[in-house]
């Protein structure tokens, strides 16, 4: 089955440290990719989205991300963090595959900024 | 301003009480979907709609029903609610493209508890 992992589900980290949270997927074919975040008590919203073309795609809020086709992997990136960016952060993936309609979701990472 | 919006925002009901929770995009999106968000589970599809008289179950579409009689609304109903659908719930929509959802913009939620 399809299927998305991030593989931290908790991560905790200082002002002005770095970022990367990892995403890989199941699937062997064309794919959308997306990041979402969520703040605090609020709804989900887009940080980043791959569709095609360069494979380093910038979102909002400094945040970039990498798709790599062999590794089948969609790493999050940001290169300092803020206080401000304390929230959970999900993945998904649309493949192409067939009917099918539906994004496939990660479990989602939950990052703690300290300041 | 381009948005989702759900109501009730909370609701705490009892088991068996028949509930609506309504979902309306004014973006004129052919995409409308319901999620539910339980920790640790992060977001399970409930159902999903292409296009008005066009739906489909998503992966927890059990106890749960929706209905697509206009474009812009997408109400999810619970016939006979049960303390295990007590969860968040979120309500999306998105163009589609290729015949396949783009980026989605979620609705703020809605908290259902189920006494």
């Known amino acids: 089955a399809q299927s998305v992992s991030q593989h931290n589900h908790h991560v905790i980290l200082s002002e002005a440290a770095s970022l990367e949270l990892g995403c890989n997927y199941s699937y062997g074919g064309t794919v959308n990719l997306f990041w979402y975040v969520q703040y605090p008590g609020q709804h989900l919203q887009l940080l980043l989205k791959y569709f095609s073309g360069d494979p380093l795609v910038k979102g909002i809020k400094g945040f970039e991300a990498e798709f790599i086709k062999s590794k089948f992997s969609f790493n999050l990136r940001k290169p300092s963090v803020q206080w401000s960016d304390t929230a959970e952060y999900f993945c998904?993936?649309?493949?192409?595959?067939?009917?099918?309609?539906?994004?496939?979701w990660g479990l989602g990472t939950s990052l703690a900024v300290n300041p | 301003e381009a948005q989702v919006t759900q109501n009730p925002r909370y609701l705490i009901t009892v088991t068996g009480k028949k509930l609506t929770v309504t979902c309306s995009q004014n973006?004129?999106?052919?995409?409308m979907s319901w999620y539910r968000q339980d920790p640790g589970l992060g977001l399970r599809q409930i159902y999903y709609?292409?296009?008005?008289?066009?739906?489909d179950k998503g992966d927890v579409p059990e106890g749960y029903k929706v209905s697509r009689k206009e474009k812009r609304n997408f109400p999810l109903i619970l016939e006979s609610p049960s303390p295990n659908q007590t969860s968040l719930y979120f309500c999306a929509s998105s163009l589609l493209a290729g015949g396949r959802s783009t980026e989605q913009f979620f609705g703020p939620g809605t908290r259902l508890t189920v006494l």
């Open positions: 998904a993936v649309n493949p192409y595959s067939g009917n099918n309609r539906k994004l496939i």
């Open positions: 709609s292409m296009n008005v008289e066009v739906t």
């Open positions: 973006m004129n999106h052919e995409y």
